[in-house]
């Protein structure tokens, strides 16, 4: 008897100490970036455009990235990026095409008010073409994604990414 008493005592204990009031709250959604859609398919020599989309962002600021593709498969027209319709407010935009990757640099103009934003949207769209037979992978790299003080963003080391893919046919 004593010894099922001390079996529901310190499984009792373990509950309530592993189960703290954080227990019922749900979990707060990870900060995720991804770009969509994730897959296209195009013909040889045609245009496609991409998205960039970021969910649960706090206090976003700026967003530094680039886009990696195949270069042997994929080119970037001119005037590639088109900014999202998440940003509020004045913006400081700028873009770099090289070989194989597309650099974005896209930011707010402080002000003396808050100036972060918070939520989902798409940040910028983004136009490739396809010029050879086969695929290749849009992967991100070099990323930071910033808010008003200059520090990267709450959730950025736990950031949730989604790459895309073009199919060239």
């Known amino acids: 008897m004593k010894r099922l008493l001390l079996i529901v005592y310190v499984t009792l204990s373990i509950l309530v100490i592993s189960c703290s009031d954080n227990c019922t709250e749900p979990d707060k959604e990870n900060l995720?970036?991804?770009?969509?859609?994730?897959?296209?398919?195009?013909?040889?020599?045609?245009?496609?455009?991409?998205?960039?989309?970021?969910?649960?962002?706090s206090?976003?600021?700026?967003?530094?990235?680039?886009?990696?593709?195949?270069?042997?498969?994929?080119?970037?027209?001119?005037?590639p990026i088109t900014?999202?319709?998440?940003?509020?407010g004045d913006l400081i935009s700028t873009s770099q095409n090289e070989s194989d990757r597309l650099c974005i640099a896209i930011g707010l103009v402080q002000t003396e008010e808050e100036d972060g934003i918070d939520g989902?949207?798409?940040l910028f769209s983004f136009k490739l073409i396809g010029f050879a037979l086969g695929e290749s992978d849009l992967t991100f790299d070099n990323l930071y994604i910033i808010n008003e003080d200059g520090d990267l963003v709450e959730g950025f080391v736990e950031m949730e990414i989604?790459?895309?893919k073009i199919i060239i046919q």
């Open 59 to 79: 206090d976003l600021f700026a967003f530094s990235g680039e886009i990696v593709f195949d270069s042997t498969k994929v080119s970037i027209p001119d005037n």
């Open 120 to 122: 989902e949207g798409i």
């Open 32 to 57: 995720k970036l991804f770009i969509t859609p994730s897959e296209q398919t195009v013909t040889v020599n045609s245009e496609v455009t991409f998205s960039v989309q970021i969910e649960n962002v």
């Open 83 to 88: 900014e999202g319709e998440f940003w509020t």
């Open 162 to 164: 989604t790459n895309g």
